[in-house]
Antibody
Framework: VQLEESGGGLVQRGGSLKLSCAAS????????IHWVRQASGKGLEWVGR??????????AYTASVRGRFTISRDDSKNTAFLQMNSLKTEDTAVYYC????????????????WGHGTLVTVAS | DIQMTQSPSSLSASVGDRVTITCQAS??????LNWYQRQPGKAPKVLIY???NLETGVPSRFSGSGSGTYFTFTISSLQPEDIATYYC?????????FGGGTKVEIK
């Protein structure tokens, strides 16, 4: 199983960036993909997720990015995306994609595979 | 949002010591809590899921307990390879939230 993020870089405040998460080694279309970020010296922060087609590609976001970030996926390419608009300096972080089951109602629901992350730096 | 208060934020202990980390949720999360280990330069790795279940392949010196709002994570005998930052994470409700992390060092 592999997840590989790309697309990070330096962007000006108010700018946009689109991250990609390329997956292999598992049934991508069956998994929910989540984005988690970590600012330097800070802890882990959940950003949002997209479920699979069977769950209507349902998305959810943390409040601080809702309306600015959009998660999407292309199952034909085993890739998920994080479109980030109206970037703020506080969005500076390493962004990771990871996976969870689509439903956690039965327990045993944890992030089992992670990418190595891609750094996003928002300059003021 | 469910707030996860983890303590301590850091600790220093000797090899062989028993180490305990606590995580308190701002509301009842039943047993929907996981513990991760984050070693420098590596992705987080789940050690305990559903509050007290040891993930396959994880050494038995790691354990977890609790339910509702109060949870503990224990390393029964600290080893040099346990140097890492540990995080609790709830999945009872969105947004998924993590504790602030506990950095474990060897004295």
């Amino acid at each position: 199983v592999q997840l590989e993020e790309s697309g990070g870089g330096l962007v000006q405040r108010g700018g946009s960036l689109k991250l990609s998460c390329a997956a292999s080694g598992f049934t991508f279309s069956g998994s929910a993909i989540h984005w988690v970020r970590q600012a330097s010296g800070k802890g882990l922060e959940w950003v949002g997720r997209i479920k699979n087609k069977a769950n209507s590609y349902a998305t959810a976001y943390t409040a601080s990015v809702r309306g600015r970030f959009t998660i999407s996926r292309d199952d034909s390419k085993n890739t998920a995306f994080l479109q980030m608009n109206s970037l703020k300096t506080e969005d500076t972080a390493v962004y990771y994609c990871t996976r969870l089951p689509n439903s956690c109602s039965g327990g045993r629901c944890y992030f089992d595979y992670w990418g190595h992350g891609t750094l996003v730096t928002v300059a003021s | 949002d469910i707030q996860m208060t983890q303590s301590p934020s850091s600790l220093s202990a000797s090899v062989g010591d028993r180490v305990t980390i606590t995580c308190q949720a701002s509301q009842d999360i039943k047993y929907y809590l996981n513990w991760y280990q984050r070693q420098p330069g590596k992705a987080p790795k789940v050690l305990i899921y559903d509050a007290s279940n040891l993930e396959t392949g994880v050494p038995s010196r790691f354990s977890g307990s609790g339910s509702g709002t109060y949870f503990t994570f224990t390393i029964s005998s600290l080893q040099p390879e346990d140097i890492a930052t540990y995080y609790c994470q709830q999945y009872d409700d969105l947004p998924l939230t993590f504790g602030g992390g506990t950095k474990v060092e060897i004295k």
